[in-house]
């Protein structure tokens, strides 16, 4: 991975982190890449849909009907991946 490539997924998760402490402003878990979204953030499927409205709607992105944002929603790293492939379709 190049430099620039790493840098902007840093960038990207900052954002993201961002967008989860918005929808769960009271949550006392530290945010990483291997946080589990379920087990370790306790989201359920209302947070889970503000997520991924909220990073839509900032990366200007749709990820349609896509079966694989299931798999997404397993870490916070997982979802930074998922918002990078979408946004730059």
């Known amino acids: ?5 790493a840098k902007d997924m ?11 402490h918005e929808i769960l402003p009271d949550s006392a878990v530290t945010v990483t ?8 953030l306790e ?3 209302i ?5 991924l ?10 990820s349609g009907d896509s079966e694989e ?3 997404a929603f397993e ?3 997982a979802f930074v991946e998922f918002v990078e492939r979408y946004r730059n379709r």
Not at 10 to 20: K, N, P
Not at 33 to 40: I, V
């Open 47 to 51: 947070a889970t849909m503000q997520l």
């Open 1 to 5: 991975m190049n430099l620039e490539i």
């Open 69 to 71: 944002s299931l798999q």
């Open 33 to 40: 890449e291997g946080t589990r979204l379920f087990e370790d």
């Open 53 to 62: 409205v909220a990073a839509e709607e900032t990366f200007g992105f749709d």
């Open 10 to 20: 840093g960038s990207v998760l900052e954002q993201v982190t961002g967008l989860i």
């Open 75 to 77: 870490t916070v790293g």
């Open 43 to 45: 989201f359920d499927s």
